[in-house]
Structures are given as C-alpha cells and as structure tokens.
C-alpha cells in the first residue's frame, strides 16, 4: 500500500485526497496545511495525521511520496525538499511562475533521478487520451492541424487573478501542454489576447480571452482558443486533423438525451458547467498512473521536463502578446 502525504487542503488538494482515499492501493497518510482547521478537517474525513510542520511530515519514513497541492509559490521549495527526503512527487502545475526557478529547481534535484510527475491531469481525460493514442497509431495519417478550445464558465476573483501569473501561465499552461501532448515539440507561438470579460481582469493586467497559434517542429499547427467566461458551461472540445481524417471529442453532457419539437430541436442539457465534474475521471486516472509508476520505479508521464515545457510555452505567449511578433522558441 502506497503511502501518501497531501501537502495543501485548498479545492484542488481536496480533490486529491479524495482520488487517493478511493485507490485501492494507495492510503492517505497525512495532511499538512499552515492553516490548523484545514489540515484537520480534511486527515479527519479520510482517517490520516493532520500536521501544520512540513519537515515533520517529510521525515516520515513510512510515507512514500507527496502530492503538492498548496499555492503556486510554495511547489519549488515542498518539491526541493520532497525529493531530497527520498520522496516521489506528484506536483500541480505550474512547478512556478518563474523559469528561472524551475531551471533552479532541477539544478538542485536533477541529479537524484526523482520520481517527478507533473499534474497536468488533461492528459488523462479518455477522450483526449483516445485521440492522441489514435493519432499516433496513424489513424488520421499525418497530424497537420490541432484546434484546443478551452473556456471557464465564470471568470476567477481578481484577487485569484492578480497573483495567478496570468492567463497564459494559469490556465492556457493546460493547453499548452495537451498541445505538446499530440504534436511534440513546439518551435513557434503567436498569441493575441482581449479584454471583453471583465473589468476586474483588465485593471489587474491580465487579459480574459486569447487565441494562441503554434508551429510544431514538423509544420504541424495548433490553434488554442481560451476565454474566461462561457455562458453555456465548461467548454472542452479538442480536434485532431490528419490528411487522411480527423478525431473530435466534443463536449461532455450529463446525458445523452436530446429534445426535437416544434419550436427547437437537437436541444440538449448544459455542458458540464465545471472543471471537477469534467475531468473527475481524469484526476483518478492520473493517480493510478503516479501510482503505478512509484511501484515500478518507472518514469512517469508527464514529469519534470514537460512541466518546464509548457511554461516555455506561455512564456513565449507572454512574450508575443507584448510585442505582436511570433516567438520562436526551442534550439
């Protein structure tokens, strides 16, 4: 049984610890968060030690690894120590805003050979997994064009907004990394971006909407189009265009059912109107997968360098926005 200790009790690290209280071969040992009430509630609801001293839950020895769920600023340091506590790690995306940072981070852990996957849980989804496994078994012939849509119900506080590193490192990253997921390395990156949203997003100096364009090393594009609100739900769509066909994986609805009347047909329930009810499964399938992988001693997928890849990516955005030139990026 795999021992697992949550660093953070925030939305996302709550949907880990329910994830790894469900696995049949994983045990949630302990909960840390600086905040008491937290770290308490969530160990009580799963029956693992709560703890506020990260070096007290590291120095466990009978924990085998870590899941960093806190805030962005606080992944290099738990990861850092993780690894040099002899612990395999599970962290959230983004490693950190900052490249040269996470550049840092390997300087200092590379030489272990950790056992570091990254969360980019997308990756997971069986739709999306379909399709690249599909692409890749050359049921479409040779991959020309990817289109990503990607759009929240609702935009975030501007509270959350003003210190997310903005869109492109915040939630386009998802993207990002589903794109270097089907067309591997990626050489160009043109990014436009708009404030039609909100208000509050404007005055913190981030945009609400964007369309990204990248080249693959092969020629291959890719188009990713982002928003900050969609007033139909969650929008999730991905579609893969090869010269002999293409694979779509449209929304997901909560049944299959459709209307057909006199004054509409094709009517349908609302997509799934959140993240945690779209990509509940995924979250699922991507402990098994760090699971698996810390029992076999195996390489998982995604890790460190493909964390550091899709920061690359909104990095360049970031870097095109500004300017309104394409970046290139890579050798």
Same mark, same amino acid.
């Given at each position: 049984?795999?021992?697992?200790?949550?660093?953070?009790?925030?939305?996302?690290?709550?949907?880990?610890?329910?994830?790894?209280?469900?696995?049949?071969?994983?045990?949630?040992? +302990?909960?840390?968060?600086?905040?008491?009430?937290?770290?308490?509630?969530?160990?009580?609801?799963?029956?693992?030690?709560?703890?506020?001293?990260? #070096?007290?839950? /590291?120095?466990?020895?009978?924990?085998?690894?870590?899941?960093?769920?806190?805030?962005?600023?606080?992944?290099? !340091?738990?990861?850092?120590?993780?690894?040099?506590?002899?612990?395999?790690?599970?962290?959230?995306?983004?490693?950190?805003? !900052?490249?040269? &940072?996470? #550049?840092?981070? +390997?300087?200092?852990?590379?030489?272990?050979?950790?056992?570091?996957?990254?969360?980019?849980?997308?990756?997971?989804? =069986?739709?999306?997994?379909?399709?690249? %496994?599909?692409?890749?078994? @050359?049921?479409?012939? $040779?991959?020309? *064009?990817?289109?990503?849509?990607?759009?929240?119900?609702?935009? =975030?506080?501007? @509270?959350?907004?003003?210190?997310?590193?903005?869109?492109? $490192?915040?939630?386009?990253?998802?993207?990002?990394?589903?794109?270097?997921?089907?067309?591997? %390395?990626?050489?160009?990156?043109?990014?436009?971006?708009?404030?039609?949203?909100?208000?509050?997003?404007?005055?913190?100096? %981030?945009? !609400?909407?964007?369309?990204?364009?990248? $080249?693959?090393? %092969?020629?291959?594009?890719? *188009?990713?189009?982002?928003?900050?609100?969609?007033?139909? @739900?969650?929008?999730?769509?991905?579609?893969?265009?090869?010269?002999?066909?293409?694979?779509?994986? *449209?929304?997901?609805? =909560?049944?299959?059912?459709?209307?057909?009347?006199?004054?509409?047909?094709?009517?349908?329930? =609302?997509?799934?109107?959140?993240?945690? *009810?779209?990509?509940?499964?995924?979250? &699922?399938?991507?402990?098994?997968?760090?699971?698996?992988?810390?029992?076999?001693?195996?390489?998982?997928?995604?890790?460190?360098?493909?964390?550091?890849?899709?920061?690359?990516?909104? !990095?360049?955005?970031?870097?095109? /926005? &500004?300017?309104?030139?394409?970046?290139?990026?890579?050798?």
């Amino acid at each position: 049984m795999l021992r697992v200790a949550l660093f953070g009790c925030g939305r996302i690290g709550r949907v880990h610890a329910e994830a790894v209280a469900g696995h049949p071969r994983a045990e949630l040992a +302990w909960v840390f968060d600086p905040v008491e009430t937290a770290a308490k509630e969530v160990a009580s609801q799963y029956g693992a030690a709560a703890s506020t001293d990260a #070096d007290a839950v /590291l120095a466990d020895g009978s924990v085998d690894a870590v899941i960093v769920a806190s805030p962005t600023p606080t992944h290099v !340091d738990l990861l850092t120590r993780a690894v040099h506590a002899g612990k395999a790690v599970l962290c959230e995306k983004p490693i950190d805003l !900052d490249i040269a &940072r996470v #550049d840092a981070c +390997w300087a200092e852990i590379g030489a272990a050979d950790p056992l570091v996957m990254l969360g980019f849980n997308r990756r997971f989804d =069986p739709s999306f997994r379909e399709i690249r %496994d599909r692409v890749t078994a @050359g049921e479409i012939g $040779r991959l020309e *064009q990817v289109v990503i849509i990607s759009r929240d119900p609702a935009p =975030p506080p501007a @509270g959350y907004v003003a210190t997310s590193g903005g869109l492109f $490192r915040d939630m386009t990253i998802h993207d990002f990394d589903m794109a270097l997921f089907l067309l591997g %390395d990626v050489v160009e990156v043109h990014a436009m971006g708009s404030n039609l949203v909100s208000p509050e997003i404007e005055e913190v100096g %981030d945009i !609400d909407g964007a369309v990204v364009t990248l $080249r693959s090393a %092969d020629g291959a594009l890719a *188009q990713i189009t982002n928003s900050r609100r969609c007033a139909y @739900g969650y929008d999730q769509r991905l579609e893969a265009f090869g010269s002999t066909g293409m694979l779509i994986a *449209q929304n997901q609805l =909560p049944t299959s059912v459709r209307y057909a009347g006199a004054e509409r047909s094709e009517s349908a329930a =609302p997509v799934l109107n959140f993240f945690l *009810q779209r990509y509940g499964p995924a979250y &699922r399938a991507e402990l098994d997968h760090f699971v698996s992988a810390v029992e076999k001693g195996a390489r998982p997928s995604p890790d460190f360098a493909d964390g550091r890849a899709a920061l690359v990516l909104a !990095d360049a955005a970031a870097e095109s /926005l &500004r300017t309104g030139r394409t970046v290139r990026v890579g050798g």
